[in-house]
């Protein structure tokens, strides 16, 4: 089994800049595709950005070019840097990790973006 906590979230101005942070313990995280989903009020929860155990990744047309998904092996973590961000990218991010046994879940982070 697999635990997620994620961190890094609160409140921005538009345009601004936060990097969420994933931490995995209770196995052996570089066997794990990792990626990051969000949740708007509302709405569906939508993969935001994935990275793979090679180091590829992949994002929504929505925050191309403004996020960045990254895995840390050594220090068991995944991280989103969102730059440029807009009232559009409100949401609760979940980290979620997969291998061939299970999906796993993180708590959620709030991300709030407002002037």
């Known amino acids: 089994q697999v635990q997620l906590v994620e961190s890094g979230g609160g409140l921005v101005q538009p345009g601004g800049s936060l990097r969420l942070s994933c931490a995995a313990s209770?196995?052996?995280?570089?066997?794990?595709?990792m990626s990051w989903y969000r949740q708007a009020p509302g709405k569906q929860r939508d993969l935001v950005a994935a990275i793979s155990t090679n180091g590829n990744t992949n994002y929504a047309d929505s925050v191309k070019g403004r996020f960045t998904i990254s895995r840390d092996n050594a220090k068991n973590t995944v991280y989103l840097q969102m730059n440029s961000l807009k009232p559009e990218d409100t949401a609760v991010y979940y980290c979620?990790?997969?291998?061939?046994?299970?999906?796993?879940w993180g708590q959620g982070t709030q991300v709030t973006v407002s002037s």
């Open positions: 979620r990790g997969s291998n061939y046994r299970g999906t796993y």
């Open positions: 209770g196995s052996i995280f570089s066997t794990y595709a």
